[in-house]
């Protein structure tokens, strides 16, 4: 239990930092005034997460440990939904409910998009 603790952790850690530095890198940059870091965050975690549910299903390349790494800790530190719904929040309570659509359109569509890619670039395994 411990060291699952730990490997989740670790993974948990590597995808909150990834998602830090994106969101810092594309402060910068708007898209209508859609937060753009995280629904790159939220499309490029969904589409890893594709591919690697697939590759799981296939072979048996991927250990228990570096699924639980990978899918549990890098993923789910990457790509938390917590800072999708607090900005939803703020574009709703800013009074801004076009953004607040057309940006939760957009990130479940790419996500689930994203995600059936993923699925699907794993078929040659």
Not at 21 to 40: C, D, K, M, W
Not at 66 to 93: D, K
Not at 105 to 123: C, E, H, N, P, Q
């Amino acid at each position: 239990m411990l060291k699952h603790l730990l490997i989740v952790g670790l993974g948990g850690f590597a995808g909150s930092a990834g998602r830090y530095l994106i969101s810092r890198l594309t402060s910068q940059f708007e898209f209508f005034s859609i937060p753009l870091g995280t629904l790159i965050v939220n499309v490029t975690g969904s589409l890893l997460i594709g591919f690697l549910i697939g590759i799981s299903e296939k072979s048996p390349i991927l250990t228990v440990e570096l699924r639980m790494f990978l899918m549990v800790g890098l993923c789910g530190g990457f790509t938390t939904f917590s800072t999708f719904a607090g900005e939803n929040l703020i574009l709703m309570r800013n009074g801004q409910l076009p953004l607040l659509l057309a940006y939760t359109f957009l990130s479940v569509l790419l996500g689930f998009t994203a995600v059936y890619i993923g699925y699907l670039s794993t078929k040659p395994f």
